[in-house]
């Protein structure tokens, strides 16, 4: 999901936040997902100043479209996301890796239907952090929380080609490249061709049923 669905220049969101909650129910409240080296969970304010140290250097922001550029611009996107997970539209978790308190990447899932019938979702991690694992402990989790739990029949991501970090986690993780959009993403000026890769709810019960779903 290399373009977010957050807008800043056109949201205007109150600062109000609802506690996380760990529930059955993810539109109340996202669940605390725990890895062994990660954690996943609702955003907090809190984590606006670490999110803008770790989003908007060249190396991470390249390939996604413009984060916010001030603290008060991923609060706002903060407050955005808690409004859009309670609507049921999207869900947006914080990566936390172990030993940690702030968010130092975030992993994002939006319906593209009514109903999550098929959906889109995205990460983005700090530079610091790449090649130790977190992605792939996150992206299991975020997988089953988008099958198991939101019931997701189709989930897409989108990179651009030149991304290659994007794209060789994406295969990785056994997602399948179905082709190529031409000029599908405008960044800086410039438009980038991408790849569309996909994971179906029977992809993933296959691998989830396997003796284990070896993503490392």
């Not at 190396?59 to 609507?87: D, K, L």
């Not at 402990?137 to 897409?156: C, K």
């Not at 993403?185 to 296959?206: A, C, K, M, V």
Request: with cysteine; proline share 5%.
């Amino acid at each position: 999901m290399e373009k977010m669905p957050f807008n800043e220049a056109t949201m205007a969101v109150r600062m109000t936040m609802t506690q996380p909650v760990v529930s059955s129910d993810w539109k109340k409240g996202l669940p605390v997902l725990s890895g062994h080296i990660v954690t996943l969970r609702e955003l907090q304010l809190s984590d606006a100043p670490s999110l803008l140290a770790m989003l908007t250097t060249e190396e991470v922001a390249r390939f996604i479209s413009p984060p916010p550029t001030t603290v008060e611009g991923f609060e706002r996107f903060i407050v955005w996301a808690n409004a859009e997970r309670q609507a049921g539209r999207y869900a947006c978790f914080a990566v936390v890796p172990q030993g940690m308190d702030s968010a130092i990447g975030i992993f994002q899932v939006r319906q593209l239907e009514p109903g999550f019938g098929s959906a889109e979702w995205g990460f983005a991690i700090g530079s610091p952090f790449w090649g130790k694992g977190l992605f792939a402990t996150a992206a299991e989790m975020v997988l089953a929380f988008s099958f198991d739990t939101i019931g997701v029949h189709r989930l897409e991501a989108r990179a651009a080609l030149r991304n290659g970090r994007g794209n060789g986690a994406l295969r990785k993780i056994g997602a399948t490249c179905e082709g190529v959009l031409r000029r599908s993403f405008l960044r800086n000026g410039e438009y980038h061709d991408q790849h569309i890769w996909s994971l179906l709810d029977s992809d993933w019960r296959e691998m989830r049923d396997s003796v284990h779903v070896t993503i490392n």
